[in-house]
């Protein structure tokens, strides 16, 4: 019997390619989706470990990567008590190594593809997400493919509009396998539609934040797009060096056709 695989997705960054974001010393300006891979039979260790860290620090709002990262809203309090902040910190990395999951995404520099795509599709490419939904979720398909696993896919909610685009592009992988042109796409080995449709188990589905493995989801993805841009950045190498990201589990040789993606990253990698 197949075992059954959940992907939990969240987003960051603006999905439009004619975003201006503010000016940033870090030089990261993308789009990504990402987030964690766990096995089914693994959630209830998920749900009892984020239980225990939340009830241990008394915390009755979700965890929120950006919030925890600026001080900001609920999370204001680590700017005022450094003490216990550096202790929840602590406590919150060793949280987020000890889950059983595994980290994936797809980080698309915006630079890199507006310099790529800017006269192509009648110098409008498409929006961000449609090419990082594409690859993120083919390369948990070809992971499901190796675990003997079925995967179910899971988002946060974002708006009306977005969600339905998360929907639809499902429906187009199942139905009529990856978008791009199979000629410059040949080295990453395309799923078809019938691989996309046998492993995929019905749509993609929302989740709020009150969910703890879209709360993990959040937390995650961060460090992979730090480590895009600055691949010392120290969370994203605590996460490899236990083995959470899918990047430290697979052959060398994988990583470009499975391993976290960065896309039009051709300047900075």
Request: include cysteine; hydrophobic fraction near 35%.
């Amino acid at each position: 019997m197949h075992r059954r695989l959940h992907l939990y997705i969240d987003d960051s960054g603006s999905r439009r390619p004619d975003h201006q974001p503010s000016p940033r010393t870090d030089r990261m300006d993308y789009f990504a989706l990402g987030g964690i891979l766990i096995f089914e039979d693994e959630i209830d260790r998920l749900m009892r470990a984020h239980k225990d860290f939340m009830s241990k620090w008394e915390l009755e709002y979700p965890l929120h990567s950006s919030r925890i990262r600026g001080h900001r809203g609920p999370f204001s309090w680590l700017r005022t008590q450094p003490d216990r902040a550096k202790s929840f910190i602590d406590a919150l990395e060793q949280f987020l190594i000890s889950l059983p999951v595994i980290g994936i995404a797809c980080v698309v520099d915006r630079p890199g593809y507006v310099a790529r795509y800017a006269d192509r599709y009648g110098g409008q490419p498409w929006l961000m997400c449609k090419t990082a939904y594409a690859i993120m979720i083919e390369r948990a398909v070809k992971f499901a493919q190796r675990s003997n696993a079925e995967l179910e896919i899971f988002f946060e909610q974002s708006g009306k509009a977005e969600d339905q685009d998360i929907k639809a592009y499902t429906k187009l992988l199942k139905r009529e396998g990856m978008p791009f042109d199979p000629d410059t796409s040949k080295a990453y080995r395309a799923l078809t539609a019938e691989d996309f449709a046998k492993i995929i188990l019905g749509e993609a589905r929302e989740r709020t934040k009150k969910t703890p493995m879209i709360q993990v989801a959040d937390l995650y993805l961060y460090p992979m797009v730090k480590g895009g841009y600055d691949p010392t950045y120290p969370p994203y190498q605590k996460l490899l060096a236990a083995n959470r990201l899918i990047d430290a589990i697979l052959p060398e040789a994988d990583r470009p056709i499975l391993g976290i993606k960065y896309s039009c990253f051709d300047q900075k990698r």
